[in-house]
């Protein structure tokens, strides 16, 4: 067999595609697991800091891996606009009613799934029991912040760089695999549950062109869930401070 080892056109977008989702997951992940890091902060602050610092060092390590290095990385080697990558403000009314409707969708489930042990159990992701309007502001920025990096990475580059190369259905399957992949760590219900929803967001990011809905719709299930398990949570409260 006579096998072309040459580059071929669009191999260097699927490269980078592939590569900065898979690199900028697996890299992320493991330096905010990392016990040393951990260590470090147990070290410097009290046990109720730690807590809120352990999971804030987690969102930034997220949106520096998940979001800066990768944005650098496509304008330096792959080059386009910012518009390419699903970051402009076109068909913003279509966006908007997109993003209402999940609303209407996400709000009841996540809210009703936040009553269940296991939920209260795992979020707020920050467990400290008592949340100061501070608290909540900077729990909040944090999680808008790792989630713009998050859907630009995987709306942004790993979607709407593939599909002029691969086309719309290959590249939302492999879209959809790797982005339910990236959820195994945290349980078969998310992994599961990942694949329709990362499916339709998919679909949504095309059909407006832009990463915000999918943004959007994400900053909304995240933070119901963290603030409705906090609010189910009965050794959990907001107190005023």
């Known amino acids: 067999m006579n096998i072309d080892y040459s580059w071929q056109q669009g191999e260097l977008e699927i490269l980078m595609a592939i590569g900065l989702t898979t690199l900028g997951f697996i890299t992320y992940w493991f330096i905010s697991l990392s016990e040393a890091v951990k260590r470090t902060i147990k070290k410097k602050y009290s046990t109720e800091k730690t807590l809120i610092i352990w999971v804030l060092f987690q969102k930034q390590i997220g949106v520096l891996f998940l979001g800066i290095i990768p944005a650098i990385c496509c304008f330096t080697f792959?080059?386009?606009s910012w518009s390419f990558y699903g970051v402009s403000l076109q068909n913003f009314g279509l966006s908007m009613l997109y993003f209402l409707g999940l609303s209407l969708v996400l709000v009841p489930l996540t809210l009703y799934s936040a009553r269940k042990p296991d939920t209260i159990a795992t979020y707020p992701q920050i467990r400290v029991l008592n949340w100061t309007p501070k608290l909540v502001a900077i729990n909040s920025l944090n999680w808008v912040l790792y989630l713009l990096a998050y859907e630009f990475l995987f709306r942004g580059i790993l979607l709407l760089v593939l599909v002029p190369i691969l086309g719309v259905w290959t590249a939302i399957i492999v879209n959809v695999s790797i982005y339910s992949i990236t959820h195994i760590p945290k349980g078969v219900k998310e992994t599961i549950s990942a694949i329709p929803?990362?499916?339709?967001?998919?679909?949504?990011?095309?059909?407006?062109?832009?990463?915000?809905?999918?943004?959007?719709?994400h900053v909304v299930l995240a933070l119901t869930n963290d603030f409705g398990a906090l609010?189910?949570?009965?050794?959990?409260?907001?107190?005023?401070?």
């Open 197 to 217: 929803f990362g499916f339709v967001l998919c679909l949504i990011t095309l059909d407006t062109g832009t990463i915000w809905v999918a943004f959007l719709a």
């Open 78 to 80: 792959i080059g386009h």
């Open 231 to 241: 609010y189910f949570n009965p050794k959990m409260q907001i107190v005023a401070k």
